[in-house]
């Protein structure tokens, strides 16, 4: 069955540095890919998609994702993490069999330390 | 900047009532679906609904649950007799794709609902 893994369920970091989350996806062909994230109390917001071409894609916030065929990845990164970074963050996968039928990884809670 | 508008925020109803979590999508927009999240778990598909009919559900989506599209703006989401176990925050979103292209879904805030 189709399936998206975010292996680390909580990362800490300190404002100023940098940030890798990871997400892979279970599928023979190439899916739509996304970032969400979800700040405390508040509903998801879109940071980027991938749905062809470059495999670098650029979001919202400083955020950046790099599609790997090879690994089956879409890790989400960031050069420089700020206090206001803190939030959960979703990997989700359009597999394509349906009209918008996301699936969605557990989610990595990041916190941010001054 | 358009967005997707759900009420209540936060509703608490009794096992065993009906409850209407109600969804304005983003008014161009053609998909509406329904996502939940029990809390401390990943969010998950529910429902997804096109051109007035139901287009996909998942095994969650049992007969206790219904949505409608009852005029040209609201979209909602029936639970007939909730159960304890259908506490989650309940999520809206609606894209405008028009064909494989336009996947994006926008969210709104969620309706946190809480069964006694």
């Known amino acids: 069955a189709q399936s998206v893994t975010q292996p680390d369920i909580h990362i800490t970091v300190s404002e100023g540095a940098s940030l890798e989350l990871r997400c892979n996806y279970s599928?023979?062909?190439?899916?739509?890919l996304f970032w969400y994230v979800q700040s405390p109390g508040q509903g998801l917001q879109l940071l980027l998609k991938?749905?062809?071409?470059?495999?670098l894609v650029q979001g919202i916030k400083g955020f950046e994702a790099e599609f790997k065929r090879s690994q089956s990845s879409f890790n989400l990164r960031k050069p420089s993490v700020h206090w206001s970074d803190a939030a959960e963050y979703f990997c989700?996968?359009?597999?394509?069999?349906?009209?918008?039928?996301?699936?969605f990884g557990k989610g990595t809670k990041l916190s941010v330390k001054p | 900047e358009p967005e997707v508008t759900q009420t209540p925020s936060h509703q608490v109803t009794q096992m065993g009532q009906e409850v209407i979590l109600r969804c304005v999508p983003i008014s161009n927009h053609l998909y509406f679906y329904w996502y939940r999240q029990i809390l401390g778990q990943k969010v998950e598909f529910l429902v997804s609904f096109y051109n007035n009919e139901i287009s996909e559900k998942s095994e969650i989506f049992d007969d206790q649950f219904s949505v409608e599209r009852p005029d040209g703006s609201n979209f909602t989401l029936k639970i007939r007799s909730t159960k304890l176990e259908d506490s989650a925050m309940y999520f809206c979103a609606s894209s405008g794709r028009t064909g494989r292209l336009n996947t994006e879904a926008f969210f709104g805030q969620g309706t946190r609902l809480t069964v006694v």
């Open positions: 991938y749905f062809s071409g470059d495999t």
């Open positions: 599928y023979g062909a190439t899916p739509y």
């Open positions: 989700a996968v359009d597999y394509g069999g349906s009209q918008g039928n996301l699936i």
